[in-house]
């Protein structure tokens, strides 16, 4: 019963500006770095500009590669490989949201292995990588510390992790990046670590130290909830949220996400809805599936609210516009679940198709 494994290896730094006061850091990694960024938010909020300033007083050789787009794609890890490859890169910075960590974490393992392919993502899970450094500037999915890498394949049109597991061996956590972040992406970013901790706290595989943690992550959030409404985040509450995905980013690690994130993964790929969206609209409609009660009241409680339905009343409020499918995406996304063996191994106990048909139909709309 009290069976369990913890592992998290990555040296985590939070502190107002970070990359500045613990660059030196960066040297022992060693002397050609490849950053993986997004197109502009790393521009506008200064992380970039403080990670190049860095990098230029260590004498470390620097590319950047600023066109990694949401939701990443293959192709995308196959062009940040390239110019990796063709520059001796020694190790990689992922800095800004998931998407460019991730891809960043995918890449750093096609580089470590110049013989090997794109297809060698899915089929190879002993590739080793090289050295990732992870800056996240969203408060949400907690990659820097996870070692999962979600890319899109559209070749099977969905997302998947990669098959390896990539630690970043050092996150710099400073929440001055997160300052100006539109209210959209702040709330559907947070939603993303709410998923993270509920999922991980129901999963089939949480333990004793990924249930403390998440018990933790789940009160930090629930103190952060009227402000994530109001968009009134100051410094302070920031930090509170990017701690807060940093420990779901650890919940998960040990535990997994379960079906939410297996059951959003149609919608983003799909229907171009946001990660966090398209995961949380599942939330409350999932935890009246689960049968361990007593875990979905304490969820409530560290959260602040008194009943399943106002939790679900938030989630709608902050989530806004409803999502519709036609009868044909409904019946198409959660056969596609069903076939989710990974997902479906993280719930306790057994999932029917009609359990998920039934989750899709109280979450979702109708065309
Ligand atoms: P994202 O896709 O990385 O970025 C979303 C948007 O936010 C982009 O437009 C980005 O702009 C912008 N942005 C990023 N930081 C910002 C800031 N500080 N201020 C203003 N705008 C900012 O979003 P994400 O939710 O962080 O990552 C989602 C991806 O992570 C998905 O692919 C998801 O599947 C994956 N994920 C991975 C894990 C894991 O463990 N590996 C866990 C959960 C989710 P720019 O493009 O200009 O930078
Ligand atoms: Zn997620």
Redo the contacts with the bound molecule.
């Keep these: 019963m009290n069976n369990s494994i913890f592992y998290m290896p990555t040296k985590i730094i939070t502190e107002k500006n970070a990359i500045k006061n613990h660059s030196a850091a960066l040297c022992q990694l060693g002397k050609r770095t490849l950053i993986i960024?997004?197109?502009?938010?790393?521009k506008?909020?200064g992380s970039l500009q403080d990670l190049v300033e860095a990098l230029q007083s260590l004498n470390i050789f620097y590319m950047i590669f600023d066109d990694?787009?949401?939701?990443?794609s293959m192709e995308t890890v196959e062009k940040i490989t390239a110019l990796g490859r063709e520059n001796n890169i020694d190790f990689l910075i992922g800095l800004?949201?998931?998407?460019?960590?991730?891809a960043a974490?995918a890449a750093a393992v096609l580089i470590k292995n110049p013989s090997s392919s794109i297809e060698d993502l899915t089929l190879s899970p002993m590739l080793a990588s090289l050295p990732l450094v992870a800056i996240?500037?969203?408060a949400?999915?907690?990659?820097e510390v996870?070692p999962?890498?979600?890319l899109t394949n559209h070749k099977v049109q969905t997302?998947h992790g990669i098959a390896q597991k990539v630690f970043p061996i050092l996150a710099f956590l400073d929440a001055s990046?997160?300052m100006?972040?539109?209210k959209d992406?702040t709330i559907?970013?947070a939603v993303?670590a709410l998923c993270?901790l509920i999922e991980g706290y129901l999963s089939a595989n949480a333990n004793i130290f990924s249930d403390g943690l998440a018990e933790k992550g789940l009160k930090l959030f629930g103190e952060c909830i009227n402000e994530i409404e109001k968009d009134a985040l100051d410094f302070n509450m920031r930090e509170t949220l990017l701690l807060t995905s940093c420990i779901a980013?650890i919940v998960?690690t040990q535990a997994g996400t379960s079906l939410p994130h297996g059951m959003g993964y149609a919608l983003?790929y799909n229907k171009g809805v946001?990660?966090?969206k398209a995961t949380g609209v599942f939330l409350k409609s999932y935890m009246n599936f689960c049968s361990d009660k007593a875990k979905v009241k304490n969820i409530l409680n560290l959260l602040n609210f008194n009943t399943l339905d106002d939790f679900g009343d938030f989630l709608q409020r902050a989530l806004g516009e409803h999502i519709a499918l036609s009868d044909e995406e409904l019946y198409s996304f959660a056969s596609a679940m069903s076939n989710n063996k990974a997902k479906l191994k993280s719930h306790p106990s057994p999932v029917t198709a009609d359990d998920i048909l039934d989750i899709y139909r109280s979450s979702i709309g109708r065309i």
Aim: without cysteine; aromatic residues 4%.
């Design positions: 960024t997004g197109k502009n938010s790393s506008n909020n990694v787009e949401e939701n990443p800004g949201g998931g998407s460019p960590i991730d974490k996240p500037t969203t949400g999915t907690g990659t996870t999962y890498a979600i997302k990046y997160l100006s972040t539109p992406v559907n970013t993303d993270h980013g998960i983003t946001p990660h966090g």
